[in-house]
T-cell receptor
């Protein structure tokens, strides 16, 4: 089955810095890669996603890049703010499947 | 407002006592699913449903049941809970198609003694 590795497990940055979280996947048939933000005490929130026919997608301060050859994808957050502090999860899902595989999460701490 | 609701939010029970966690969505989504979240393991899908009366197993279905009699509701049933089902549970619904939108409920924290 699919295996998704996520790094780092913890990331600490100063407000205004950029943050990058990386995920690798094992199943070359995976074609959908969402990212979620989970604030303390809340459910995950889908923040951005990318499909395998696209190399990069951007939404304001967040962007996701995908390298199909290397089977890795990354979340980029620019100009970080304290409210970006949360746990971020990546996931991968193969075409035709209803079951995503999640990474183990990255705790992002943005210091004011 | 798009919303997924779950009840109860917190539950303490004892081994073997049947329980149901309710889930409801107001977005007319066909697809709904249940996840459990455990420290260090991320989210794992328990069951999913593609539409009314259509359900299938996720990665960790053992010890759980679901039903989908109405589009908006997708209850999770633990017929005989055991301590290893102590976890944080999330219900989710999503749209299908090229542009997916997905919403998670606020979570149900379950402790089985």
């Amino acid at each position: 089955g699919e295996n998704v590795e996520q790094h780092p497990s913890t990331l600490s940055v100063q407000e205004g810095d950029s943050a990058v979280i990386k995920c690798t996947y094992s199943d070359s048939a995976s074609n959908y890669f969402p990212w979620y933000k989970q604030e303390l005490g809340k459910g995950p929130q889908l923040i951005i996603d990318i499909r395998s026919n696209v190399g990069e997608k951007k939404d304001q301060r967040i962007a996701v890049t995908l390298n199909k050859t290397a089977k890795h994808f990354s979340l980029h957050i620019t100009e970080t703010q304290p409210e970006d502090s949360a746990v971020y999860f990546c996931a991968a899902r193969r075409g035709g499947s209803y079951i995503p595989t999640f990474g183990r999460g990255t705790s992002l701490i943005v210091h004011p | 407002e798009a919303q997924v609701t779950q009840n109860p939010r917190y539950l303490i029970t004892v081994t073997g006592k049947k329980l149901t966690v309710t889930c409801s969505q107001n977005m007319n989504h066909e697809y709904m699913s249940w996840y459990r979240q455990d420290p260090g393991l991320g989210l794992r899908q328990i069951y999913y449903s593609m539409n009314v009366e259509v359900t299938d197993k996720g990665d960790v279905p053992e010890g759980y049941k679901v039903s989908r009699k109405e589009k908006r509701n997708f209850p999770l049933i633990l017929e005989s809970p055991s301590p290893n089902q102590t976890s944080l549970y999330f219900c989710a619904s999503r749209s299908t198609g090229s542009q997916e939108t997905q919403y998670f409920g606020p979570g149900t924290r379950l402790l089985v003694l």
